[in-house]
């Protein structure tokens, strides 16, 4: 009893101390000036259990390993307090105060962290645990009995009137728990029975939580030998639509076994919920950072030989290299800025050779931190099931484009697509986000309802031209003019931004390239097939792609003049000629794609060569869908050259300079008012 007392004591210094006493105050103060009377009162109080502990060990432990009771504590303490200060007349009882502790915190010790790869399923205490995750699906918010009020039938008995019997829902409880009609008077043990009207409901979500590496599952075509279980969390009231599809989160909870009609099932009581991004690699390997010395007085260098040594396990160096550039500069962009506005770089690639771009993809989407290849057999988007703890709710589970969040999703060969699929990818592409439909007779609902959900990934898709040239008789265009894209249709290639042509420019000689490379690598696996190269690993580039992520980056005046010169002048021309309207998508695509070649060449202000390269590549990509313009540069503008020693970098430099001095001609002749900001000279 002494132990008892001294404890609720240091719950009533640490209030006082934390301004919990205050707060209770405030929040009591709504419930005291409604006219409603209710049988349960719900106060949050926020515990930071470093601080209980220097005010008293004992209780700081109580909390750590005995939440339970600790609630108790302060349960007890608080309706002391109200009815000390008067601050609720309607509160009689302390059953009627319903107090739930919201921890700040956890230690960074092993004996609170549940490992989702590993969890145990014993039965063990019931305290709080913190676990890291990815959501995967949830459900709909249903309602739940916070508290129910219950009167003895004995008439006689001082329990028929008065909050002497109060349920409320405790952590791991199913509704049959809080609501029966089997309990007995403590007094009399007569039955009771509910009084009604005084039942209080709160909000409950479901959310199936994930360990991380099961999306290492996701990426490629190999199946792996693990197999990963989700852990169900329970979210109530102010938890509710605290966590998205596809997000990463910490959450701290209680795990519980409950008991679902004959089976049991192992849940987690959510306490608190915080986004949560694993710590990546964010150092420069030394390769790197000497490459960048190397490259200091030359503007078009650095991503030049960063690219051209990109993917040598995939294919020889020279080959595919407009394609690999723009693979980095999606890798490079997917991110979300402080505003939770997602930045990222669609991707479409028309090819006669999808086997070797489909490596190329798929060893790119290694180096993502996120990354998800969709499979045929799996869902692209969204799906439903019926909840299977007791709601009878729908169940939305995740996708691949909703599991991709913050990543790419890599859709692969268009060509395996149905019609709808394909619209269906083109609708989400136009609009960034995925609706689901509800219908509400099966899932126990009124009215039908149709959510949406914002998709935040970039996606990689290719395509193949072949069998679109051979019936159309015709192939494509060697200089300049539009692609066939195979099923792709027009509209299609429109929503992904960015359309790259990988073209076979010496013939054989690529062929044979590809297949010496392939034959190398089967007969001496693990040799390096090229020492003339920059000796850069896999994993240089991927610490590179998480530290150009990172990176800041603002635009220049210089490099704002020519993006939105050249949108003002390419929107003028292609109107006039060809009836194209240039969307303001291609705008943001000019700006992401000049941020994005900032950042991979490790500089935090956006210049005008950055500027040079996303216009370069945005004209090949509206040329291959609509056409050549007055602006007229090669097919493969950005590499229009093999970069085999310093001469072919020295005649690079030498071509681009040149578009460069073309481009601004073009934006000074056709971009309205363009003579105010750049000179004839």
């Given at each position: 009893m002494a132990d008892m007392l001294s404890l609720k004591e240091s719950v009533l210094v640490y209030l006082d101390r934390s301004g919990g006493l205050q707060k209770l105050a405030e929040d009591c103060q709504p419930f005291s000036e409604s006219q409603q009377i209710e049988a349960v009162y719900r106060f949050c109080i926020s515990v930071n259990p470093s601080d209980v502990t220097e005010v008293d060990p004992a209780l700081g432990d109580c909390i750590l390993c005995d939440p339970l009771g600790a609630t108790a504590l302060f349960q007890s303490v608080c309706f002391l307090a109200i009815k000390t200060l008067s601050l609720?007349?309607?509160?009689?009882?302390?059953?009627?105060?319903?107090?739930?502790?919201?921890l700040t915190h956890l230690p960074p010790?092993?004996?609170?962290?549940?490992?989702?790869?590993?969890?145990?399923?014993?039965?063990?205490?019931?305290?709080?645990v913190s676990m890291e995750g990815l959501v995967v699906a949830m459900t709909r918010v249903t309602k739940y009995t916070q508290g129910a009020r219950y009167l003895c039938i004995n008439d006689d008995c001082p329990c028929s009137t008065g909050f002497h019997h109060i349920r409320v829902h405790a952590p791991g409880a199913t509704e049959s728990l809080t609501?029966?009609?089997?309990?007995?008077?403590?007094?009399?043990?007569?039955?009771?029975?509910?009084d009604v009207k005084f039942r209080v409901l709160g909000d409950k979500q479901l959310v199936e939580l994930i360990h991380i590496k099961a999306l290492d599952a996701l990426r490629a075509h190999q199946q792996s030998?693990?197999?990963y279980q989700s852990v169900t969390l329970f979210l109530r009231d102010e938890l509710c639509n605290s966590m998205r599809i596809g997000r990463l989160y910490r959450v701290l909870g209680i795990p519980a076994h409950v008991q679902q009609w004959s089976g049991i099932t192992w849940s987690v009581e959510a306490n608190s919920v915080q986004p949560w991004e694993p710590e990546y690699p964010h150092k420069v390997s030394?390769?790197?950072?000497?490459?960048?010395?190397?490259?200091?007085?030359?503007?078009?260098?650095?991503?030049a030989i960063v690219t051209h040594c990109f993917g040598l396990d995939v294919a020889p160096p020279g080959l595919y290299n407009t394609l690999k550039l723009s693979l980095l500069l999606s890798l490079v962009q997917n991110r979300a800025d402080a505003k939770d506005t997602f930045h990222n770089l669609d991707l479409l690639a028309v090819t006669t050779d999808t086997l070797i771009l489909d490596r190329l993809m798929t060893y790119s989407l290694s180096l993502a931190c996120r990354g998800v290849r969709h499979q045929a057999s799996g869902e692209m988007f969204a799906s439903l099931s019926r909840d299977e703890h007791g709601a009878g709710t729908a169940n939305i589970h995740a996708g691949s484009a909703l599991l991709a969040t913050g990543g790419i999703c890599m859709l692969g060969d268009l060509g395996g697509y149905k019609k709808e699929r394909l619209d269906a990818i083109q609708s989400v592409l136009e609009s960034c986000t995925v609706s689901v439909f509800i219908p509400g007779k099966k899932y126990g609902e009124d009215a039908d309802q149709l959510l949406s959900f914002p998709v935040h990934c970039s996606f990689w898709a290719l395509t193949d031209s072949?069998?679109?040239?051979?019936?159309?008789?015709?192939?494509d265009c060697a200089v300049l003019g539009t692609a066939d894209m195979g099923p792709v249709p027009v509209q299609l290639a429109d929503a992904f931004g960015l359309v790259i042509q990988c073209r076979d420019v010496v013939g054989e000689q690529a062929l044979l390239a590809q297949t010496v490379h392939t034959l190398q690598q089967a007969v001496q696996p693990g040799k390096p097939l090229y020492p003339s190269c920059w000796g850069f690993s896999s994993q240089d580039y991927k610490e590179l792609i998480a530290h150009a992520q990172s990176v800041q980056v603002e635009l220049s005046p210089g490099a704002e003049k020519i993006i939105h010169g050249y949108y003002m002048a390419s929107r003028r021309v292609r109107t006039q000629s060809q009836g194209v309207k240039m969307s303001v998508a291609s705008i943001k695509l000019l700006i992401s794609l000049a941020e994005a070649h900032c950042k991979l060449c490790l500089r935090t202000q956006v210049l005008e060569e950055d500027a040079v390269i996303a216009v370069l590549l945005c004209e090949n990509s509206v040329t291959l869908k609509h056409g050549a313009s007055a602006l007229v540069i090669p097919p493969d503008a950005v590499f229009p050259c093999d970069l085999g020693d310093v001469d072919d970098l020295h005649r690079r430099d030498k071509t681009l300079d040149d578009l460069h001095q073309n481009i601004l001609r073009f934006i000074y002749t056709y971009a309205p008012g363009a003579d105010t900001y750049i000179t004839e000279e």
């Open positions: 609720v007349e309607k509160i009689h009882t302390e059953s009627q105060v319903n107090v739930i502790l919201k010790f092993p004996e609170y962290t549940l490992d989702l790869c590993s969890f145990p399923r014993g039965q063990g205490p019931m305290r709080l609501v029966r009609n089997n309990f007995s008077c403590m007094i009399c043990s007569s039955p009771l029975k509910e030998s693990l197999r030394a390769s790197f950072q000497e490459l960048l010395k190397a490259t200091a007085g030359f503007r078009w260098r650095f991503s072949t069998d679109a040239s051979r019936r159309s008789g015709r192939a």
